[in-house]
Every structure is written in structure tokens, then in C-alpha cells.
């Protein structure tokens, strides 16, 4: 479980501070897929960096399993972000010059293990990309891309999966195909959440925290449709 108490983050720019992160609190339980929605610029992006380590926060407290991530030390600290959390962008992040074996052979990278690259086959096969492994990402349509950057994900075998508008630069179909990827990784005990301005792909998750002015102003578990 992770918890978020009484996170603030501010950016400070030339000309004015902006409080993105305003005394925010939000709980997300194991195996929850939990969709965050909220107008543009209500601190989404930036709840989703703090969660993946990607930038710190000014106070307030960040606990993984009731240990606080941002009290431990720096080794601790950068082992829980490496290993535990994975994320996947709007615009895939793919390195332009690696095939697609190896973006996902990439995902690996940290746990070290001599022979992560045994699983790529395996990843390719799950994510419907079977003899594409040759292939580099310009090659490559937007649905094939983000499956890849979802093998990727999964070849580090986090135990979160953070999404920022998976399928904002996909067709209705693709869209709908990832979706179902993030639901199959869900009823297999993943934990996902996931960013989204879409309220019919919100809908498909199992709960939803709407985000205003840099808290979340509700948090609600979504019936089954
Ligand atoms: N690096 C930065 N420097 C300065 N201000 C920033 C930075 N990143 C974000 N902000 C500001 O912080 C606020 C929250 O931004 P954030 O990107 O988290 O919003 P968001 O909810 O993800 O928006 P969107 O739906 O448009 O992606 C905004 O006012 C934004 O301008
Ligand atoms: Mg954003």
C-alpha cells in the first residue's frame, strides 16, 4: 500500500511560485486500479513524478508499506524507485536507436539478473508483438509502440504501474486493446494508476480519484459495468 500524507510541491519560476501539490493526501491500495482525472494543470502529472521518483516534494510524507520512502536514505531510496515502481507515457519513451528486443530487454536493466533477456519472447508473445522484435520504433504504429513500452514495464516487474494518458495518442480501438492490457495486468494483482482525460477510459478502472487544485477532492471505488 502506499500513502501520501500532506504532500506540498512547489515549483518556483522566475516570475511566481506555483503551488501544484497543496496539502495532498491519497491512499492506494495493493492490486487497485485507480484512475486519476482532474482539469489540465491540477497537479496530476506532477502527483505521478513524486510517485515514481522522478521529483521530490517540499513536505509531507511518502509511505510504501508503512515505511517512509522519503526518510530513507539515498541508496534505499533510489533501490525502492528502481525496482518497485514502473511507468508509461502518453508518448511511449522508446530509445529510437534500440529494436524493440531491446527496449524491452531495457526494462531489466536494473534488476541485474544475467538472464532477464530469456523473458523478452515471453513479453513479445503477451503483448501481441510476436516477430516484431527486429523492429525499431519508427517502424512501428502508436498501439504497437505503447505495447512495447508496457513489455518494457513488465520485463522490471514492478509491483506499481504508473500510466500518464496511456492511450491519449491512440485510436478508439487501440486504446481499447491497451486497456484491456492494463485490465489482464490488473486481475493478476498489478497495481496500476492510471492519468486520464477520458471518462470512458476512467470508467474501466476499479476506482477513481478526482484531483482539483492540487488535492484530491474525491476518491471512489467504481461499480462493475
Ligand atoms: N517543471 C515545472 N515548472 C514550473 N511549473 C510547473 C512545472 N511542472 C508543472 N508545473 C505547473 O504545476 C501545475 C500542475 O502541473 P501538472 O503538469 O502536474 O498538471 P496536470 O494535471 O498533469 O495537467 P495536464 O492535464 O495538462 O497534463 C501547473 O500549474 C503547471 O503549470
Ligand atoms: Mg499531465
Redesign the pocket.
Known sequence: MIELRNICKV???ASRD?K?LDHLDLTIRDSEFLALV????????????ILAGYDSFDSGIYLHDGIAVNRQTDISKSSYFRLQIGTVFQEYNLLPYLNVRDNIALGGYYRKTADSRKRVPELLKRLDLEGMGHMYPHQLSGGQKQRVAIARVLMKQPCIVLA??PTGALDVSNARNIMNIFRTLNNQGMTIVL?T?DLNIARQCGSIAV?EK?NVAVKRDLLPS
Open positions: 515549483y518556483h519560476t506555483i501544484a482532474g482539469h489540465s494543470g491540477c497537479g496530476k502529472t506532477t502527483l505521478l513524478n500518464d494518458e492519468v482525460h484531483m492540487g
